[in-house]
């Protein structure tokens, strides 16, 4: 007979049960799953003390065939993905505005923060401590994005506290290989740091939602004061989120039989609150009152201005309208795992709740077939009302086009029937899909519409791709297979993708991310100059004439020259033609012809597709030694007409007239330099 008190002495003390928080993470529809959980994990005490230090951050364990080096390699890839060739592209439009402001501040010492620019101040300091330790240079500008937008994919594998390990990788690598999130983190302009501010704030409410942790307050601050020193949208983001909280805490109370939704033990004093306020606070003063040197106080009350502008910029659109489709396009386009999650994010509000996935499936496939025809009815009937969607004539439209839709909709039903069969979403994930949803409406119904502005709204659904893929890597054998096959296609698609666009056509104007790029003919000026300064230190101060109607990014490029003018306006030309070099439009180039008296290279140059091409007229005796043996392209007429003299002396030819302004980055007199969002542009039809 066996002794059970022998037994149980052996078995020593009854140790305390460990808790999976990411299992507490998890919805349950079925209300008899805890039955199914060990008696103490699904009856914890209420009274238990936090530990001053959260649980462990790894969400669930880690499977065996993953390794500790797989966040790493992500890491790495992204980091080579994005500074590779990084000088191949010339200066946007945008990063030539911001450079302008860049010089701007060596000039005056301090940022002026202007409400008409929509943008914060922080950017701006950035690249003035770049140009100031490294000079004007593009790639110099470009890195700090590259940093923060691989910081971004960092900040992302940390979400590991809050969801499974494998779906932060997969989301981790999806947000590396973004054809979007590729290009423009390879662009001087604020939209990496908005993504890194969104994130970051997104993590600390995660944080102090399912941990109660001072880190995750902290966190949530400073994500929310970088995205207001960042641009005035953030109001957008800020408010879809509140209303995805709101919006989830009404779902969990209207369905009794989801878990209810409690928070995490506080582990902070509320003084701790006060300073995490106090700090972003002073941040946005800081940086607004340009380091407390502007003379002007008013920097806040600009600071509200800014939403005013704003909003009536994006109300009219001022020549960035684009179809209220226009997000999921590039969607469809370029960015097919934020997509496959956009997809996934109905589920929030569909088998969450309900086990009829074969309708809720059917009513997508519907949906989106509607979609669809409405798409294509609106790019064949131009800019309609409702009344014209619903009443098409069979002539108007293409055949095929309802064949296309048809077709996309059953793939669309297919899909979401197929990712019905999931386990449940994560509560996090769950708030993350009402919010994208949120963004995404939100931004398609602003008329004003920038492509890089995808990357804001790309993120979520990048998570949610992540989750989706995890899923299926845990169900039954052929959802394995299915989700290895599908994770293969469209991160490889999005890898080639992307470097196609990012390494051989990153100014080809047929490609959507492309959007008011200057072009290659952009080299044609820079690399001649480059090497002639090179070996003559004077051309420095040549006189040179830029006669175009749009010129951005050559003041900020040019900037270190210093007798360089700007003719944006044909009324007011300069009084003496020749210079060092010329850049002139088309419907200029008679005009500057008929005026030079020397000779020169000349080159065709285009500086931006919604531009007309011009020429770029080098002077012979000035380049001559930069191209040896060429002989110039354009001769003067022999027909010579007297050369006017000053008045008193006959004798002195007339001395070469100073450019309409003089001095690095001088606008012409009476016409400031615009910031890229109040400029029109005539775009091109492939926009």
């Given at each position: 007979?066996?002794?059970?008190?022998q037994n149980v002495?052996?078995?020593?003390?009854?140790?305390?049960?460990?808790v999976?928080?990411s299992?507490?993470l998890?919805?349950?529809?079925?209300?008899?799953e805890?039955?199914?959980?060990p008696?103490?994990?699904a009856?914890?005490?209420?009274t238990s003390?936090?530990e001053?230090?959260p649980?462990?951050?790894?969400?669930l364990p880690v499977?065996?065939?993953?390794?500790p080096w797989?966040p790493?390699?992500?890491?790495?890839?992204?980091l080579i993905?994005?500074i590779?060739w990084?000088?191949?592209?010339?200066?946007?439009?945008?990063e030539?505005v911001?450079?302008?402001?860049?010089?701007?501040?060596t000039?005056?010492?301090?940022?002026?923060?202007?409400p008409?620019?929509?943008?914060g101040?922080?950017?701006?300091y950035?690249l003035?401590?770049?140009?100031?330790l490294?000079?004007?240079?593009?790639?110099a500008?470009?890195v700090?994005?590259?940093?923060?937008?691989t910081a971004t994919i960092?900040?992302?594998?940390?979400f590991?506290?809050?969801?499974?390990?494998?779906?932060?990788l997969?989301?981790?690598?999806?947000?590396?290989?973004?054809p979007?999130?590729l290009?423009?983190s390879?662009?001087?302009?604020?939209e990496?740091?908005f993504v890194?501010?969104?994130?970051l704030?997104?993590?600390?409410?995660?944080?102090?939602?399912f941990?109660?942790?001072a880190?995750g307050?902290?966190a949530?601050?400073?994500g929310?004061?970088?995205?207001?020193l960042?641009?005035e949208?953030?109001i957008i983001?800020?408010a879809?989120f509140?209303?995805?909280a709101?919006?989830?805490r009404?779902?969990?109370?209207?369905m009794?039989f989801?878990p209810?939704l409690d928070f995490?033990?506080?582990?902070?004093?509320?003084?701790?609150?006060?300073n995490?306020?106090l700090v972003?606070?002073?941040?946005v003063v800081?940086?607004f009152s340009?380091g407390f040197?502007?003379?002007?106080?008013?920097?806040?009350?600009r600071?509200g201005?800014a939403?005013?502008?704003?909003?009536q910029?994006?109300?009219k659109?001022?020549?960035?309208?684009?179809?209220?489709f226009?997000?999921l396009?590039?969607f469809?386009?370029?960015?097919?795992?934020?997509?496959?999650?956009?997809?996934?994010?109905?589920?929030?509000?569909g088998n969450?709740?309900?086990?009829?996935?074969?309708?809720?499936?059917?009513?997508v496939g519907?949906a989106?077939t509607i979609?669809?025809?409405v798409l294509n009815?609106?790019?064949a009937?131009g800019?309609?009302g409702?009344h014209?969607?619903?009443f098409v004539?069979p002539?108007q439209?293409?055949?095929l086009?309802?064949?296309?839709?048809?077709l996309?909709?059953?793939l669309?039903?297919?899909i979401?029937?197929?990712l019905?069969?999931?386990?449940?979403?994560n509560?996090?994930?769950?708030?993350?899909?009402?919010?994208g949803?949120?963004?995404?409406?939100?931004?398609s119904?602003?008329p004003?519409k920038t492509p890089?502005?995808i990357?804001?709204?790309?993120?979520p659904f990048l998570?949610?791709?992540?989750?989706?893929?995890?899923?299926?890597?845990?169900?039954?054998?052929?959802?394995?297979w299915?989700?290895?096959?599908?994770?293969?296609v469209?991160l490889g698609?999005s890898?080639v993708?992307?470097a196609w666009?990012?390494?051989?056509?990153?100014?080809?104007?047929?490609e959507?991310?492309?959007y008011v790029?200057?072009?290659?003919?952009?080299?044609k000026l820079m690399?001649p100059?480059k090497?002639?300064?090179?070996?003559?230190v004077?051309?420095?101060h040549?006189?040179?004439?830029?006669?175009l109607?749009?010129?951005?990014?050559?003041?900020?490029?040019?900037?270190?020259?210093?007798?360089?003018?700007?003719y944006e306006?044909a009324?007011?030309?300069?009084?003496?033609?020749?210079?060092?070099?010329i850049?002139?439009?088309?419907?200029?180039?008679?005009e500057v012809e008929?005026r030079l008296?020397?000779?020169y290279?000349?080159e065709?140059?285009?500086l931006?597709?919604?531009?007309?091409?011009?020429?770029?007229?080098?002077?012979?005796?000035?380049f001559?030694?930069?191209?040896?043996g060429?002989r110039?392209?354009?001769e003067?007429?022999?027909?010579?007409?007297?050369v006017?003299?000053p008045?008193?002396n006959?004798n002195?030819?007339?001395?070469i007239?100073?450019p309409?302004?003089?001095?690095?980055?001088?606008?012409p007199?009476?016409?400031p330099?615009?910031p890229?969002?109040?400029?029109p542009?005539?775009?091109?039809?492939?926009?």
């Open positions: 007979m066996v002794d059970k008190t002495q052996k078995s020593g003390p009854k140790k305390k049960p460990q999976n928080i299992e507490n998890r919805l349950e529809t079925d209300p008899n805890k039955l199914r959980r008696a103490e994990v009856q914890l005490p209420e003390v936090p001053p230090e649980a462990p951050a790894q969400a499977p065996a065939r993953e390794s797989i790493w390699a992500i890491l790495a890839l992204a993905l994005r590779l990084l000088g191949i592209k010339p200066p946007h439009f945008d030539g911001n450079g302008w402001f860049v010089d701007q501040m000039k005056q010492g301090f940022y002026h923060y202007d008409g620019n929509y943008h101040p922080f950017h701006f950035v003035f401590l770049m140009q100031t490294f000079g004007r240079s593009v790639v500008f470009r700090p994005l590259i940093l923060i937008n960092w900040l992302l594998l940390r590991d506290r809050f969801i499974p390990r494998r779906a932060c997969i989301a981790a690598l999806a947000f590396a290989v973004s979007g999130m290009f423009y390879r662009y001087a302009i604020h990496a740091w890194f501010g969104m994130v704030a997104f993590w600390g409410a995660a944080e102090m939602w941990r109660g942790t880190r307050l902290w949530a601050a400073m929310v004061t970088l995205l207001m960042t641009k949208t953030f983001h800020v879809a509140v209303l995805a709101i919006t989830l009404a779902m969990e109370v209207v009794p989801t209810k995490a033990p506080r582990q902070w004093p509320w003084p701790t609150l006060g995490a306020l972003g606070s002073l941040l800081f940086f340009g040197l502007d003379p002007q106080h008013d920097y806040l009350l600071f201005q939403f005013v502008a704003w909003a910029t994006g109300v659109g001022n020549g960035h309208e684009k179809p209220l226009y997000w396009q590039l469809a386009l370029y960015e097919w795992p934020g997509l496959i999650g956009l997809f996934y994010a109905l589920r929030a509000a969450q709740f309900c086990r009829w996935n074969l309708w809720q499936s059917l009513c519907i989106v979609f669809l025809t009815a609106h790019q009937l800019h309609k409702l014209d969607y619903l004539t002539g439209v293409p055949t086009t309802y064949l296309y839709a048809i996309g909709g059953a669309a039903g297919s979401y029937y197929f019905a069969f999931l386990p449940p979403m509560r996090l994930t769950r708030l993350l899909a009402i919010y949803w949120g963004t995404l409406v939100a931004y119904w602003v004003y890089w502005c990357i804001s709204l790309l993120w998570i949610l791709f992540g989750e989706a893929i995890d899923g299926l890597l845990g169900g039954s054998r052929w959802q394995r299915t989700g290895r096959g599908l994770a293969g469209v698609v890898l993708r992307g666009l990012n390494y051989y056509r990153p100014t080809d104007p047929t959507r991310y492309v790029q200057t072009l290659n003919d952009y080299f690399n100059l090497r002639l300064v090179a070996i003559d004077t051309a420095w040549m006189p040179a004439h830029i006669l109607s749009s010129y951005h990014p050559l003041p900020w490029a040019l900037g270190d020259f210093t007798s360089i003018g700007y306006n009324d007011t030309p300069p009084s003496t033609m020749d210079a060092g070099f850049v002139a439009e088309a419907d200029r180039t008679a008929k008296r020397q000779r290279f000349v065709s140059f285009h931006r597709d919604a531009m007309d091409a011009g020429k770029l007229y080098l002077s012979y005796s000035r001559a030694r930069v191209f040896p060429r110039p392209e354009f003067p007429s022999k027909e010579e007409p007297p006017p003299v008045a008193g006959a002195t030819p007339a001395p007239e100073p309409h302004t003089i001095g690095p980055v001088s606008p007199a009476g016409t330099i615009r890229f969002h109040t400029l542009h005539r775009m091109s039809p492939t926009k």
